[in-house]
């Protein structure tokens, strides 16, 4: 006795990735999707800037670099100014 065939299934493409968060909450502010990330690969400068409080923190980036990676980073940045004050 074998075994019973399987129905075909057309194969499903690859799965749709939901695209990365691009503007943040202001730490500053506190102002939801306030803060915005540039990305210049070319130049490889990566820059971070509130459109509320004007505050502004600029990176250096690569091919890897996402916005949240920035984002990221200034949060740290952000955090090591206040231990050192």
């Known amino acids: 006795m074998g075994k019973r065939k399987k129905s075909s299934r057309k194969p ?10 691009t503007n943040f909450t202001c730490l500053f502010c506190h ?6 990330v540039r990305i210049d690969r070319k ?3 990566a820059q971070l800037f509130c459109k509320i ?3 502004r923190y ?3 980036a690569n091919h890897l670099t996402e916005p949240i990676d920035i984002y ?6 952000a955090d090591a100014a206040e231990r050192d004050a």
Request: proline fraction near 6%.
């Open 12 to 21: 499903t493409g690859p799965r749709r990735k939901d695209p990365l968060e």
């Open 53 to 55: 409080c004007d505050q």
């Open 72 to 77: 990221s980073e200034w949060i740290d940045a």
């Open 58 to 60: 600029q990176s250096k």
């Open 31 to 36: 102002h939801d999707r306030s803060v915005s």
């Open 43 to 45: 130049e490889g400068v």
